[in-house]
């Protein structure tokens, strides 16, 4: 039996963790695929007798992907909940609004989903990435459209913290073939209204566009796109949500849309840790509905136990930081985490898919 | 072309106004000849007609069957061939691979959403032309080349011998499928079959006896007689008129092996 520790969060029979999200409104979609995937994990775990005799326990608050909503659900986390430890935040703005409160609490962070730089340059000790950043996928996409002749490239971004981190690792990347965008427009966050930003980007006549923004957002922005007779091939970064993508753009405009991803092929189950998760998935649910980001959820969530294990039967916060530092590379199957004192980005794995046909299945 | 239009989208309704009017000119052209004077026509004579009529159709009906099912299997041919293109395409470096894979799916797209649609009319899409154009280009450049430090395996070699063979059997496979989407049918094989419908539509009135037996033997004559020429119709038109539907045989198959 573990002995009661004064912890926050660490109570004899559970760990509380607390995960703020947008779990509901125009990005809902996001927080929510990724919190059934971790929670595929957090059961599985639990019906194993916890960890060291400790069952996790997830407080979940929506924060609509509203950076206010986002401050004030963390207060209440550790002021209120007292959690053990944050996971999986769902956003740039979201947790560049937290940030004050993690550091003036000394709380870690562990596995939100975000790629952004705010985040990982300079390096957040109490920070922990497993996804690799926007600025890595970034320049997967631009590569990728160079090397097969699409250089007119365009940029569409969310007018916030995201955004900006998305457009600097864009132009960045153009930078470095010195190349420059044919047009540079900023979107709304949590909005539709992109009719004049499509109709600017459709005006430049590129050969590509690459949005970052969300799924509400960018499904509107290419059915604007299109009405205004531009062809150009669509890129996102992972962040838009790939199956809330599919599902939010009409059958007829999903063919052809691109989007780079920060975790292996969900329906790939030659990967191990894909098999892995696709089992648990069928084990725990009549209706198999896998995905990247409930992929990326589950990814996390091993990290996550992985580390609550190597802290011991009395974890203290630092002890996680220590843990986490002290990992090394773990192999999860096919996906390779590593992290050390000075290493808070997990994995580099990026991989472009498309969506194809009316469908809306992916290919990579 | 309105008319091509026209018999695509209604032809099966045409096709029966037709012999309805054949019908009733040759009812009016019985009764005219039986009030002309007294005219002792055997009904056995019909028995030989109606076998020539049927065997006839029935022969030309084999012919379009025969050939809907080689368009049939040059559709399954080709699906098979995108499918095993993809799965040979696995062995390229991701950002390689998913180049091959889309220029793959775009092909195969164009041909479900566009080439069904334009071989109704028997004639070729422009956007697949340039879709298999496309798939082709990237073919010929050192892109579609898996690096040389790739390790040698069974399915690095299998994919230098079969890449180029598959490129070349889809183009091989798409020019059948579309010289046989449609199959030409000469307008005197269908006067010929119209002709011999008048002849058994005239005879059969002939020989009846009182208007309640003809008015039954012509309902009958229509119910059964136009059927084989709608049938030499539908097959010689499948994917117009939904015998084959390239649109989900062709998606089904993408969703199955690309994904």
């Known amino acids: 039996m573990p002995s009661l520790a004064a912890e926050p969060g660490i109570g004899p029979r559970s760990i509380l963790i607390g995960q703020s999200a947008a779990f509901s409104g125009p990005s809902g979609a996001l927080g929510r695929e990724y919190r059934e995937g971790a929670h595929e ?5 639990n019906a194993q007798g916890g960890i060291h005799g400790r069952q996790l326990v997830m407080v979940y608050r929506d924060d609509r992907y509203e950076p206010g909503l986002a401050a004030r659900n963390t207060a209440r986390f550790l002021q209120q909940d007292k959690v053990f430890a944050l996971f999986g ?22 596995a939100p989903l975000t790629g952004a730089q705010l985040i990982r340059k300079p390096l957040n000790r109490l920070i922990f990435n497993v996804r690799a950043s926007y ?23 969310q007018n916030d913290a995201f955004g900006r981190d998305g457009l600097k690792g864009a132009l960045e990347s153009l930078g470095r073939r010195k190349l420059r965008p044919v047009a540079v427009v900023p979107v709304p966050r949590n909005s539709s209204r992109t009719d004049e930003a499509a109709r600017r980007v459709a005006l430049a006549r590129p050969d590509a566009v690459l949005l970052v923004s969300t799924y509400g957002t960018v499904a509107s922005f290419v059915a604007n796109l299109r009405r205004h007779q531009s062809d150009a091939q669509v890129m996102n970064v992972s962040f838009v949500g790939s199956n ?3 599902k939010a753009l009409p059958p007829a405009l999903r063919h052809g849309i691109g989007i780079s991803q920060v975790v292996p092929f969900p329906w790939n189950p030659r990967v191990t840790v894909v098999r892995d998760y696709q089992n648990t998935i069928r084990r725990n649910r009549s209706s198999a509905d896998y995905g990247f980001s409930s992929l990326e959820g589950y990814l996390a969530a ?10 011991g039967p009395n974890p203290t916060r630092a002890g996680l930081i220590r843990a986490m530092e002290s990992m090394g590379t773990v192999d999860l199957g096919g996906y390779r985490v590593t992290f050390a004192p000075d290493r808070r980005n997990g994995s580099d794995f990026v991989e472009l898919s498309f969506l194809v046909g009316q469908q809306g299945t992916f290919i990579h | 072309m ?6 695509v989208n209604s032809g099966v309704l045409v096709l029966y106004g037709l012999f309805v009017l054949l019908t009733v000119a040759a009812l009016i052209l019985a009764r005219w000849v ?4 007294n005219l002792q026509l055997q009904a056995g004579l019909l028995s030989p007609l109606g076998s020539l009529y049927t065997l006839t159709t029935a022969f030309l009906l084999s012919n379009v069957i025969f050939q809907f099912t080689n368009l049939r299997t040059a559709v399954t041919q080709e699906v098979v061939t995108i499918s095993k293109l993809g799965a040979v395409m696995s062995v390229l470096p991701p950002e390689q691979r ?26 070729p899409s422009d956007t697949t032309q340039v879709a298999i154009d496309r798939l082709r280009d990237f073919l010929a450049t050192s892109d579609a080349s898996p690096p040389p430090t790739l390790p040698k395996t069974p399915e690095t070699a299998n994919y230098f011998r079969k890449a180029s063979d598959f490129g070349f059997d889809l183009i091989d496979a798409r020019e059948r499928r579309l010289s046989l989407a449609r199959q030409t049918f000469p307008f005197r094989l269908w006067l010929a079959i119209a002709v011999m419908y008048f002849a058994l539509a005239l005879l059969t009135f002939l020989v009846q006896g009182g208007a309640w037996t003809t008015t039954w033997a012509a309902t009958i004559l229509l119910l059964a007689a136009p059927v084989p020429a709608v049938m030499l119709y539908v097959y010689a038109n499948p994917i117009a008129l939904g015998l084959l539907d390239i649109t989900t045989i062709v998606e089904a198959v993408m969703e199955r092996s690309l994904s």
């Open chain 1, 41 to 45: 994990v957090f059961d599985q775990v």
């Open chain 1, 89 to 110: 935040y769902v956003g740039t703005p979201t947790v560049k609004a937290a940030l004050p409160l993690i550091e003036r609490d000394q709380v870690p962070l562990i």
């Open chain 1, 135 to 157: 600025h890595q996928e970034i320049e997967a996409i631009i590569r990728y459209l160079v090397r097969f002749g699409r250089r007119g490239i365009a940029i569409a971004y």
């Open chain 1, 244 to 246: 809330a993508l599919a």
């Open chain 1, 302 to 311: 091993r990290m996550l136990v992985l580390a609550l294990e190597k802290a």
């Open chain 2, 2 to 7: 309105p008319f091509d239009d026209l018999l």
């Open chain 2, 34 to 37: 039986k009030a002309r004077g």
């Open chain 2, 98 to 123: 998913v180049e091959a894979r889309r220029l793959l799916y775009d092909y195969g797209e164009s041909i479900a959403r566009d080439e069904a649609i334009t071989m109704r009319q028997g004639l």
